[in-house]
């Protein structure tokens, strides 16, 4: 084992030399901004000034936010004078990121708003996009998650977006390309046909050049083809990630959904029992890691079960099965809501151990016909409707923190498979009274 000081004296020379270029491109910093202030008053024209003060403020961002802020406002107010609302968009975002580092989230959000839309008026993605996402980690921070859902649903809506303008870009390109290679064959076979009246040795050598470049163009065009269908899959896994695969292949051919009516259809209604409990002694951050550690396990259990995640809302897991040819009975579903406490049971323990705030749930099936499809032409989302719906909600506020809640319907398609518990007939609200069934934990 090395002891401490040889490990110290190894490294002094590498502690030496990092600060020495610490202090090196602290004092190129300073020289530049130096030079910035010192050009700024013969600049001759609004854009040129607009440039200075711009480089000022973003420079000046490290050591002294209160100088980069006042930069950063001229900056601004030059911008809206010539009504160039990228060179806007660019100083209110340095404004916005002062805001943030200043610990004024309020502010910041309010900037990065105004940057969002600026951005968006003149189609800048990439600055449309980070805006939204910074929005997206403020809105969590500040406990406000509706407002968070919406510009985490922002963001996704403009990546994919931006996936699909790469995908049509690279097939203007790859059009462009195949033109450009047509012409360089009729080019050659000119050539050619110009070259055999002549010289047989030099119709040789033009015809060698010729499979040469071929094999190089398809190499090329192999390449760019591979990085197109990378692309494509990419966009491709992203819908999947908003819609079932089936939905997603009708959304792309036909632009639209149909709604349609499931018959034999089985629902979930999991509510996290606490939450607000919790995030009265959690960090917004820790709360919304803890919700997300949750709910990213709730869907990987789904997933195995061939079970469709519908949504969530606030604290609450909502998912379907029998939404297709498969999982028309309720067995896998009632598997899924076992795994699900087993999994909360166990965190629960590990929490307790820790001396951290921890989670329980209540957990609602019901089995009956529900109405499936997508609505809105913008920031579409794959939903169910139908009393069953409603019922399956019912059985989740009727049932006890780690307990599994079955409706009369669907306990007499599965009686047979699972250990239960009668509660009898429960009033619920809304309903008249229902019978009712704990299924155990094995």
Not at 93 to 122: C, W
Not at 332 to 337: E, G, H, L, P, Q
Request: net charge positive; with cysteine.
């Amino acid at each position: 084992m090395l002891t401490p000081k040889p490990a110290m004296s190894n490294r002094s020379p590498v502690l030496l030399i990092v600060c020495l270029m610490l202090f090196i491109l602290h004092s190129s910093t300073g020289q530049s901004i130096a030079e910035l202030e010192k050009q700024l008053p013969n600049a001759s024209t609004k854009e040129e000034q607009w440039d200075i003060q711009y480089k000022l403020a973003k420079n000046w961002l490290v050591d002294d936010l209160q100088k980069a802020s006042a930069y950063a406002q001229k900056a601004t107010q030059l911008a809206v004078g010539m009504q160039d609302k990228k060179r806007q968009a660019e100083a209110t975002f340095i404004q916005a990121d002062i805001a943030l580092r200043s610990k004024q989230p309020l502010a910041a959000i309010a900037l990065y708003t105004q940057v969002r839309e600026l951005a968006t008026a003149v189609s800048i993605s990439d600055l449309t996009i980070e805006a939204v996402e910074n929005l997206h980690r403020l809105t969590a921070k500040q406990g406000d998650y509706k407002a968070a859902y919406q510009w985490s649903q922002e963001r996704a809506t403009l990546l994919q977006e931006k996936s699909r303008r790469y995908a049509d870009e690279q097939h203007l390109k790859h059009e462009a390309a195949q033109k450009e290679l047509g012409a360089q064959k009729t080019r050659e076979n000119r050539i050619l046909l110009a070259v055999l009246a002549g010289f047989v040795v030099v119709l040789t050598m033009f015809y060698y050049a010729r499979q040469r470049t071929n094999r190089r163009i398809a190499g090329e065009f192999a390449e760019k083809n591979a990085l197109i269908e990378e692309k494509r899959r990419r966009s491709e896994q992203l819908l999947l990630n908003i819609l079932p695969r089936a939905v997603a292949a009708e959304l792309t051919v036909r632009n639209k959904v149909a709604a349609r009516r499931y018959e034999r259809a089985t629902v979930m209604f999991v509510d996290i029992v606490g939450f607000t409990h919790a995030a009265e002694k959690l960090q917004p951050e820790e709360l919304v890691a803890e919700l997300d550690y949750c709910f990213s396990r709730f869907d990987t259990i789904v997933g195995r079960y061939r079970i469709e995640k519908i949504k969530t809302v606030g604290d609450a897991y909502i998912c379907a099965s029998g939404l297709s040819d498969r999982n028309e009975r309720p067995t896998d579903m009632i598997r899924a809501a076992l795994e699900m406490q087993t999994f909360l049971q166990k965190l629960h323990a590990t929490r307790l151990a820790e001396d951290r705030p921890h989670f329980e749930a209540r957990i609602g099936i019901h089995f009956g016909p529900v109405v499936a499809g997508v609505v809105g032409a913008k920031k579409f989302a794959y939903d169910i409707w139908g009393d069953t719906v409603n019922t399956a909600a019912r059985m989740e506020e009727t049932c006890e923190p780690g307990r599994v809640n079955v409706s009369g319907p669907a306990y007499e398609i599965v009686q047979t498979e699972f250990q239960w518990v009668y509660r009898g007939k429960v009033a619920a609200k809304n309903k008249a009274e229902m019978e009712m069934y704990y299924v155990t934990l094995d």
